[in-house]
């Protein structure tokens, strides 16, 4: 027992020092994103926000259904062969899925265009007046697939470091480009620089394998293609296909009810607030299929429990502060970020950001469905929360306007948690450990005290000050946890060594 102790240990510090690389990253990409959003919000205002943001809800759908959910099992077929050393198969498995993705991709892609104007109707009930916005847009689609297929790749062979400084270089190089094209074309600007966007990543991403994996073909071969490669991906596929369409399906569903009841202006505000409480997802969900869902397929069964409990544990540890940060700081992101107009959007992080708690707890049990290819609870789950978020925001936004839309994501996360939880109990017979529930109670208590506490103190200072207090009991919570203790000793004596110039 001691000894599975200590291995835990030592997972769960690899997996922060994932989390940390990652948000490195993510802090460069945050800065751009900063940059971006700063120069959206002036140049082309709510409205050309929330155009930009359907946009960018269109692509993701096409993107989701064009990736045919093959990505899980593209970076688990790569880490059985990187594990064998089996240097063919590694190459079977890239070659075939660039080659079988790209042309779907591409006639994806090609279909939209030809459709450019029936869907600019769907997206904005405007007879097909932004048809030319959604055809530069979407051709981009194939180029994000092959890039998609590259970084797999360096995913299933674990390798973070690569893959953080190519998103660092596409970022800075990306806002380079936005900023030259908005100013020069505004909207069509900002369509054409997300497209030239998708071209700099696969770039990078073919660089980064070259480098990383020397040896390793990068150009796909013909010969090496397999339809068994195909088939062995088709569970996964599909399974991740239908869910991230759905979800990509259920945002873009809510945006248009929001044009239609409140106006583009309206889902400008509602966007920007999605972003701004979204910014630290993509370092989760980057170390979760680079290190943690590896981790959960290598696992013995008897060890499963163990790497979710140690997951939800280090998840909680590292989200509140960073939930209550940004809370607290809400009113003046919104005015640093974009602009004056977007003040409306702090208000509906009170309500956002404790929905993510929920979310990244249901993610963190739904993974083991996922490694252990037990599909259909994990879809159903998730089917949940989007029908949950549905109707609870067509019910709540006549009345409650976007605060409804804030709050039915909030419930409808909280819901998904829950029934994950349950189909978990059920088919692993997973409880949490105390660790994590300890954990998990600070966290929701600090988050949930800090929400009702700062929607009642307006003035900025009352703000940072509550929030800080929060913070602080949080904290004391925290360390009660012998775990959180050595972690956060761990993270001081790294800083500690880097400042002095150790390695």
Request: some cysteine; charged content about 15%.
């Amino acid at each position: 027992m001691p000894s599975r102790d200590l291995a835990a240990g030592r997972l769960v510090k690899r997996f922060a020092k994932a989390i940390a690389l990652f948000s490195a990253g993510s802090v460069i990409g945050t800065l751009t994103q900063v940059a971006k959003g700063k120069l959206g919000a002036v140049m082309l205002g709510p409205e050309g926000t929330g155009v930009l943001n359907q946009l960018t809800n269109a692509w993701n759908l096409l993107y989701s259904l064009a990736g045919l959910g093959f990505y899980n099992g593209i970076v688990r077929r790569i880490a059985e062969a990187r594990s064998r050393d089996d240097r063919e198969a590694l190459a079977r498995q890239l070659s075939t899925s660039l080659i079988f993705l790209t042309v779907v991709a591409s006639l994806g892609a090609s279909a939209s265009v030809i459709l450019a104007q029936p869907i600019s109707n769907a997206l904005f009930a405007d007879g097909g007046q932004h048809a030319s916005l959604v055809a530069i847009t979407l051709i981009s689609v194939p180029l994000a697939i092959m890039a998609q297929t590259y970084r797999g790749l360096l995913s299933g062979c674990q390798l973070v470091r690569p893959i953080v400084t190519a998103q660092v270089v596409s970022d800075v190089l990306g806002l380079v480009l936005f900023v030259i094209l908005v100013l020069r074309l505004d909207l069509l600007g900002a369509a054409l620089a997300f497209s030239g966007l998708q071209l700099l990543k696969l770039a990078l991403q073919i660089a980064t394998v070259r480098r990383a994996l020397p040896g390793t073909g990068i150009l796909p071969r013909v010969a090496a293609f397999s339809w068994r490669e195909v088939g062995t991906n088709a569970g996964y596929g599909i399974n991740g296909l239908f869910m991230v369409a759905v979800g990509v399906l259920t945002i873009v569903i809510v945006s248009r009810w929001i044009i239609a009841a409140r106006g583009l202006g309206d889902n400008g505000i509602f966007s920007v607030a999605w972003k701004v409480s979204s910014v630290y997802f993509g370092a989760i969900y980057s170390s979760a299929s680079s290190f943690y869902f590896p981790s959960l397929v290598a696992c013995r069964d008897e060890d499963l429990q163990v790497r979710i409990n140690e997951a939800i544990s280090l998840y909680f540890y590292l989200l509140p502060p960073l939930i209550i940060t940004l809370m607290a700081t809400g009113d003046d992101l919104m005015l640093l970020l974009f602009s004056a107009e977007f003040s409306p959007a702090a208000a509906l992080l009170l309500l956002l950001l404790p929905g993510d708690l929920f979310r990244v707890l249901a993610e963190a049990m739904g993974m083991a469905f996922l490694a252990r290819r037990r599909l259909l609870a994990y879809t159903l789950t998730y089917v949940l929360w989007a029908s949950a978020f549905l109707a609870l925001s067509w019910i709540l936004l006549p009345r409650y306007a976007l605060m409804g839309v804030a709050g039915a994501y909030l419930a409808s996360q909280a819901i998904s948690a829950a029934a994950v939880y349950l189909c978990a109990r059920r088919s692993f017979s997973f409880t949490f450990a105390g660790s994590s529930l300890r954990a998990m109670a600070a966290g929701v208590l600090a988050v949930a005290l800090a929400a009702g506490a700062l929607s009642q103190a307006p003035a900025p200072l009352w703000r940072y000050a509550l929030g800080a207090a929060v913070l602080a009991i949080w904290f004391a919570l925290a360390w009660t946890d012998s775990r959180f203790r050595e972690l956060a000793a761990d993270a001081c004596a790294r800083l500690l060594r880097r400042r002095g110039g150790a390695p």
